[in-house]
Nanobody, 121 residues
C-alpha cells in the first residue's frame, strides 16, 4: 500500500494550489483519505477528509479548501483557495477504512511522505 502526495509549492497570499494524493494497493471502494498538515513547532492538524459516507473540514479551512476524488486515477485532491500565511506547512494524506471519516480520529493507518506548501505574504 502506498500514498504519494504532490502539488505543493510556493504561492502568494490569496493564491491557490491543488494537492494530489495517489493511492495504490488499497481497496479503493472502501477507502477514506484524510489530509493533515504540520508546521514547524506545531502539532499535526487534520484539515479535511473524504470517507465513503461523508466529507469533513476543519474550521480553519472550511469554505476555502475542497476535497474531491477521481476513482479512475485512484487519486484524492485537496483544492486550496484563498491561501493564508498560516496555511504554510507540510501536508500529508493518510488512509482509513472507516466508513465515516473524522480528521481527529486515530483510524489512519498509512501515510504519505508529505508535500510542502509555503504561502508568502
Amino acid at each position: 500500500v502506498q500514498l504519494v502526495e504532490s502539488g505543493g509549492g510556493l504561492v502568494q497570499v490569496g493564491g491557490s494550489l491543488r494537492l494530489s494524493c495517489a493511492a495504490s494497493g488499497f481497496h479503493w471502494d472502501s477507502l477514506g483519505i484524510g489530509w493533515f498538515r504540520q508546521a514547524p513547532g506545531k502539532e499535526r492538524e487534520g484539515v479535511a477528509c473524504k470517507g465513503v459516507g461523508n466529507e469533513e473540514y476543519s474550521h480553519s479551512v472550511r469554505g476555502r479548501f475542497t476535497i474531491s476524488s477521481d476513482s479512475a486515477k485512484y487519486t484524492v485532491y485537496l483544492q486550496m483557495n484563498d491561501l493564508k500565511p498560516e496555511d504554510t506547512a507540510s501536508y500529508y494524506c493518510a488512509a482509513t477504512y472507516a466508513t465515516y471519516c473524522d480528521v481527529n480520529s486515530d483510524t489512519y493507518f498509512s501515510w504519505g511522505q508529505g508535500t510542502q506548501v509555503t504561502v508568502s505574504s
